[in-house]
T-cell receptor, first 116, second 112 residues
Framework: DAGVIQSPRHEVTEMGQEVTLRCKPI?????LFWYRQTMMRGLELLIY????????DSGMPEDRFSAKMPNASFSTLKIQPSEPRDSAVYFC??????????????FGPGTRLLVL | DQQVKQNSPSLSVQEGRISILNCDYT??????FLWYKKYPAEGPTFLIS?????DKNEDGRFTVFLNKSAKHLSLHIVPSQPGDSAVYFC???????????FGTGTRLTIIP
């Protein structure tokens, strides 16, 4: 398996623009997570899905952020409008309790977002 | 409120010596703890974990210790190697909950 795939890897945009981050989880995984990494707060969970249904979105900063999972193999995180303080690395991760071993989540390589 | 804390942002250790990374948590509902390792421009990768029913778990050069009464865990790397230079994240989860709560990370630098 190719692992969790994220696109784009880098995104530079101007304040006020819409940004869409994309994620393809590992095939067969039924949990998908969106994280944001910053120096000050480390890795923060934004939202997670189970079987394409949002379970916990308490980490979503504000209404400018939205996430969707239209099917088991694709998810998007959208920021509209973007602000400079949204600059961070955004990670997508997936997991499957059926694969219960020691590891719970597999992470993608991340999208580095810079909002000017 | 930071439920998982890594109070040392950085740590430098001589190659061949022991590296000890620390993590504290406040939520008594956490019952499973993990360490992830992260290289620049990559996503975190799982390293080792421990259940709350144990106080130690070992995997090669890596050992995780859990002190439930102190709500403290530590990761020991012996011997430390240059390839261990990375950011290490401590994470915790509660029973039946897929949600992981991460610490802010510790940057480990192994000095040749």
């Amino acid at each position: 398996d190719a692992g969790v795939i994220q696109s784009p890897r880098h995104e530079v945009t101007e304040m006020g623009q819409e940004v869409t981050l994309r994620c393809k989880p590992i095939s067969g995984h039924d949990y998908l997570f969106w994280y944001r990494q910053t120096m000050m707060r480390g890795l923060e969970l934004l939202i997670y899905f189970n079987n394409n249904v949002p379970i916990d979105d308490s980490g979503m900063p504000e209404d400018r952020f939205s996430a969707k999972m239209p099917n088991a193999s694709f998810s998007t995180l959208k920021i509209q409008p973007s602000e400079p303080r949204d600059s961070a690395v955004y990670f997508c991760a997936s997991s499957s309790p059926r694969d219960r071993g020691e590891e719970t989540q597999y992470f993608g390589p991340g999208t580095r977002l810079l909002v000017l | 409120d930071q439920q998982v804390k890594q109070n040392s942002p950085s740590l430098s250790v001589q190659e061949g010596r022991i590296s000890i990374l620390n993590c504290d948590y406040t939520n008594s509902m956490f019952d499973y703890f993990l360490w992830y390792k992260k290289y620049p421009a990559e996503g975190p990768t799982f390293l080792i974990s421990i259940s709350s029913i144990k106080d130690k778990n070992e995997d090669g050069r890596f050992t995780v210790f859990l002190n439930k009464s102190a709500k403290h865990l530590s990761l020991h790397i012996v011997p430390s190697q240059p390839g261990d230079s990375a950011v290490y994240f401590c994470a915790a989860k509660g029973f039946g909950n897929e949600k992981l709560t991460f610490g802010t990370g510790t940057r480990l630098t192994i000095i040749p």
